[in-house]
C-alpha cells in the first residue's frame, strides 16, 4: 500500500500527521479546502521533510470534484482529518456540524466503494463517550453530550455500515491534543482555537488580556478540572502505525496519556517553560462541565503497539516554541 489520500491535511493534526507519513515514502494526494487549513502549513511540510505530494483544493463533500480526485490519483487508503471540531461552535450550529462531518464521511465511504478503496483512518473523539465513569475505555456507553460529538459517533455508525461493503476502518477517539511540531513550524493556530493550552499561550505573548479558569473548586488534587491531553506528535504516530497494521472491519481504538493533568498543573508548567507570569481569572463553572476527563488506552497498545512517548512538560515545551515563533499563527 502506497497511495494514500489525506484529507484535512493543511490543518493542524493532519500537516504534523502528513510530515510522519511522508517519512514512511508514501505517495500522497493532501486534499482540504482551506477554510480551516493553511496552505503555508503545506510549504513548510514541504520544506521541513524536503519532499513533494499532490495537493487539491476541494471541500470533501463535493462527490464530483472527489471522484474526479479518486479516479485520477487511485489511492489505497484514506486518512480522514477534514472534520470541524469545536465544542462550542457545534451547540450553536449543529446543522452546520453534521452537514459537514457526517456528509463528508459519506461522500468518502461512497467513493471508497466505487473506487475499490478497502482502508480509511479517521479522527474520531472521546467525547462520543460523554461523562462515563473514569478512565473511559472502548467499552464505556456511548452518550455523546454536544453535538460534535454527536456528529463524530454518526460517523462512526457509518463507517460500521460500511463494513459489509468490504471497507475496514480505525476510528481514533482522543481528547484534548497538544503540542506542536519540534521545529517550532507547525502548530495549532490560536485565531481559530478555544483550547486551554492556545489561549494560555496567547497570552503570555500578549495577545489576549487574561485566560479564564472555568471554577477552582472541583473534587481534584488542587480544586481545578483534569484532562487528558495528548500530544500531536503522538496523535500522528497512532494514524500512521493503523495506516501499516491490518485491521478487519470497524475498530474505535482511544488514544490516551492516562493521566489527566490540571488546568492549574497546565498554567504552572506554562509559566516555568516560558518564564512568564501567566494572568489568569476564575469564574463560574460551566454547565455540564465534568470535573475530571481522561481515558485508558490498553487496546492502542495491543493492535497498533502504540504508547504515548510525549510528556505533558514536552507539549507545553513545544507549544511555547511554536508561539513564540509564531504568535498570530498561519498567515496564507
Same mark, same amino acid.
Given at each position: ?13 493532519? !500537516? ?16 482540504? @479546502? ?32 472527489? $471522484? ?9 487508503? +484514506? ?27 459519506? +461522500? ?28 473511559? $475505555?472502548?467499552? !464505556?456507553?456511548?452518550?455523546?453530550? @454536544? ?28 481528547? @484534548? ?5 519540534? $521545529? ?20 503570555? +505573548?500578549?495577545? *489576549? ?14 480544586? $481545578? ?14 494514524? +500512521? ?24 498543573? #497546565? ?13 489568569? *481569572? #476564575? ?13 485508558? !488506552? ?35
Amino acid at each position: 500500500m502506497k497511495k494514500i489520500l489525506v484529507t484535512g491535511g493543511a490543518g493542524y493534526i493532519g !500537516s504534523i500527521t502528513l510530515m510522519q507519513i511522508l517519512e514512511k515514502d508514501y505517495e500522497i494526494c493532501v486534499v482540504d @479546502n482551506l477554510e480551516r487549513g493553511y496552505r503555508q502549513a503545506l510549504d513548510r511540510v514541504k520544506n521541513l521533510s524536503g519532499k513533494t505530494f499532490r495537493f487539491e483544493k476541494c471541500d470533501v463533500r463535493d462527490k464530483d470534484k472527489m $471522484s474526479e480526485i479518486f479516479e485520477s490519483f487511485r489511492p489505497e487508503a +484514506v486518512v480522514h482529518f477534514a472534520s470541524y471540531k469545536s465544542v462550542g461552535e457545534a451547540e450553536k450550529e449543529p446543522e452546520k456540524y453534521f452537514d459537514n462531518n457526517v456528509g463528508g464521511m459519506i +461522500v468518502l465511504l461512497e467513493l471508497m466503494c466505487e473506487f475499490g478503496v478497502k482502508k480509511i483512518i479517521f479522527s474520531s473523539t472521546a467525547a462520543v463517550y460523554g461523562n462515563g465513569t473514569m478512565p473511559l $475505555s472502548e467499552l !464505556s456507553p456511548t452518550n455523546p453530550l @454536544n453535538a460534535y460529538g454527536g456528529s463524530k459517533l454518526e460517523m462512526e455508525k457509518l463507517a460500521c455500515d460500511y463494513v459489509k461493503k468490504g471497507i475496514s476502518t480505525v476510528a481514533l477517539r482522543y481528547f @484534548n491534543a497538544v503540542g506542536a511540531h519540534i $521545529s517550532g513550524e507547525l502548530g495549532e493556530d490560536p485565531s481559530r482555537s478555544t483550547n486551554l493550552l492556545p489561549l494560555v499561550m496567547q497570552t503570555l +505573548v500578549g495577545r *489576549r488580556p487574561e485566560v479564564l479558569l472555568f471554577g477552582n473548586k472541583f473534587n481534584t488534587t488542587d480544586g $481545578s478540572q483534569e484532562r487528558d491531553y495528548i500530544d500531536v506528535y503522538d496523535l500522528a504516530r497512532a494514524h +500512521v502505525l493503523a495506516l501499516e497494521k491490518t485491521v478487519a472491519g470497524f475498530e474505535a481504538i482511544n488514544l490516551s496519556t492516562g493521566n489527566p493533568t490540571s488546568c492549574l498543573e #497546565v498554567f504552572r508548567k506554562s509559566e516555568e517553560v516560558s518564564g512568564k507570569k501567566l494572568n489568569y *481569572r #476564575v469564574t463560574e463553572p460551566r454547565a455540564g462541565d465534568p470535573e475530571v476527563l481522561y481515558a485508558i !488506552s490498553d487496546k492502542a497498545l495491543r493492535l497498533l503497539d502504540w504508547k504515548p512517548v510525549k510528556t505533558i512538560d514536552d507539549s507545553i515545551t513545544d507549544q511555547w516554541h511554536w508561539t513564540e515563533k509564531n504568535p498570530d499563527g498561519y498567515k496564507n
